[in-house]
């Protein structure tokens, strides 16, 4: 799935797609957002972790699973 992740002070947003459900992606930003944790941390498909400052975050978006496109005339 599709995680847009919007920092204070950064012109760009961080986007991963995550392996992790919904569910998982929620805590982690419901951790971070009470003070439970210092830091977002969020896993991508290739096994990289991302982790920002929680009192950084302006936004967290969760997007619908990214469907597998195939071929090079794949639409969308």
Known sequence: ???????????REIVIESAQSVDEVEQAVAG??????KLLSLV??????VLVPSDRLAYVEIGEPAARRVGFGAAL
């Open 1 to 11: 799935m599709e995680v847009k992740i919007g920092v204070l002070h950064a012109p």
């Open 32 to 37: 971070a957002l009470t003070g439970d944790a």
């Open 44 to 49: 991508d498909e290739h096994g990289r972790k």
